[in-house]
């Protein structure tokens, strides 16, 4: 089994869930230095490759021993268009054109509810040709679309927010924080994937969004609660927050948070909701439960992966 941007999100999650049910049998690739190192050092059982995918490399002969994909790899954040280009559209193609020499049989990719979205932005756009690229590529395939994820090794989103809780005494709320929100527990997410590997359905699409539908200002604020943090909220107009958001940028090149997913976040829509649950065999996980092993059931919960 491949997994590409095994060093993220998902892919860290994943191998720990595949770990457990006994698949060991796994070929890890992602291009962050630290986020790999930090991949090998919890599991030097596994093959873990550092390589950007977006270039040709030796990392292609990996593909001759896998007979399933796991595409997980995304550029999630940036400021400029380049980077989400590389790693959602450039990487893609490599990562397809490796699977059909290597002969890989099921791909399982990791879309995003962002491709049904009325957002506009760089990462919309590339996720948008990623799937296309997946859907068209004659590989018996699988694609899932999940809203905004969360659970262990978060380094933004969620994850995010909880530490910037822990260390400072204000959090700022852009506007009245009433944007409705679907947030998907990665593990959830995780048991399904593993349920498409046993299942292997093919040429289809799911939409998997969160079950529990919240307000940002109230997930912020169970956020606050899971992580015990002494932070006040403060709500603060939209325009200031932007405008933070941008002075912040000038400073950090690869900010957490950009203006445009202030502008994604503001947009007032709801995914579909399907039952997932029922169609995967997954037992879905509350969403106070899960916000309270995300952050409380160290040892894992005390590792922050990079940007």
Same mark, same amino acid.
């Given at each position: 089994?491949?997994?590409?941007?095994?060093?993220? /999100?998902?892919?860290?999650?994943?191998?720990? !869930?595949?770990?457990?049910?006994?698949?060991?049998?796994?070929?890890?690739?992602?291009?962050? %230095?630290?986020? *790999?190192?930090?991949?090998?050092?919890?599991?030097?059982?596994?093959?873990?490759?550092?390589?950007?995918?977006?270039? %040709?490399?030796? +990392?292609?002969?990996? =593909?001759?021993?896998?007979?399933?994909?796991?595409?997980?790899?995304?550029?999630?954040?940036?400021?400029?268009?380049?980077?989400? /280009?590389?790693?959602?559209?450039?990487?893609?193609?490599?990562?397809?054109?490796?699977?059909?020499?290597?002969?890989?049989?099921?791909?399982?990719?990791?879309?995003?509810?962002?491709?049904?979205?009325?957002?506009?932005?760089?990462?919309?756009? @590339?996720?948008?040709?990623?799937?296309?690229?997946?859907?068209?590529?004659?590989?018996?395939?699988?694609?899932?679309?999940? @809203?905004?994820?969360?659970?262990?090794?978060? !380094?933004?989103?969620?994850? +995010?927010?909880?530490?910037?809780?822990? !260390? #400072?005494?204000? =959090?700022?709320?852009?506007?009245?924080?009433?944007?409705?929100?679907?947030?998907?527990?990665?593990?959830? =997410? $995780?048991?399904?994937?593993?349920? $498409? /590997?046993?299942?292997?359905?093919?040429?289809?699409?799911?939409?998997?969004?969160?079950?529990?539908?919240?307000?940002?200002?109230?997930?912020?604020?169970?956020?606050?609660?899971?992580?015990?943090?002494?932070?006040?909220?403060?709500?603060? %107009?939209? #325009?200031?927050?932007? /405008?933070?958001?941008? *002075?912040?940028?000038?400073?950090?090149?690869? %900010?957490?948070?950009?203006? !445009?997913?202030?502008?994604?976040?503001?947009?007032?829509?709801?995914?579909?909701?399907?039952? #997932?649950?029922?169609?995967?065999?997954?037992?879905?996980?509350?969403?106070?439960?899960?916000?309270?092993? *995300?952050?409380?059931?160290?040892?894992?919960?005390?590792?922050?992966?990079?940007?």
């Amino acid at each position: 089994m491949i997994i590409t941007g095994a060093a993220g /999100l998902v892919g860290q999650n994943l191998i720990l !869930r595949l770990k457990e049910g006994g698949i060991a049998a796994i070929t890890g690739i992602d291009k962050h %230095p630290h986020n *790999t190192g930090v991949l090998r050092a919890l599991h030097p059982d596994i093959d873990v490759i550092a390589a950007n995918l977006a270039e %040709p490399g030796g +990392w292609a002969q990996a =593909f001759r021993a896998g007979d399933v994909l796991i595409l997980a790899h995304a550029q999630i954040g940036g400021q400029d268009e380049e980077p989400f /280009l590389l790693n959602n559209v450039i990487a893609t193609r490599n990562v397809l054109d490796a699977a059909h020499a290597g002969g890989v049989a099921y791909i399982v990719h990791i879309s995003s509810s962002v491709v049904n979205s009325a957002a506009d932005d760089f990462y919309t756009r @590339t996720k948008r040709q990623q799937e296309m690229m997946v859907a068209d590529c004659g590989i018996p395939h699988v694609i899932l679309r999940p @809203t905004l994820m969360f659970g262990l090794f978060d !380094r933004k989103h969620l994850g +995010w927010l909880g530490r910037f809780m822990r !260390r #400072w005494p204000v =959090f700022p709320l852009p506007g009245n924080g009433r944007f409705a929100r679907q947030p998907l527990y990665v593990k959830d =997410f $995780c048991a399904l994937i593993i349920e $498409c /590997l046993h299942r292997r359905p093919a040429g289809q699409s799911y939409n998997i969004s969160g079950l529990e539908v919240i307000d940002y200002a109230d997930l912020i604020r169970a956020i606050k609660r899971a992580t015990g943090a002494a932070t006040i909220v403060v709500p603060i %107009p939209i #325009w200031i927050f932007r /405008l933070l958001l941008q *002075t912040y940028a000038l400073i950090d090149k690869d %900010p957490p948070f950009t203006s !445009r997913q202030l502008a994604a976040l503001t947009i007032p829509e709801l995914f579909d909701v399907i039952d #997932w649950p029922g169609l995967f065999g997954v037992q879905p996980t509350k969403l106070a439960t899960a916000l309270a092993e *995300t952050f409380q059931s160290g040892p894992y919960a005390d590792i922050v992966l990079e940007f």
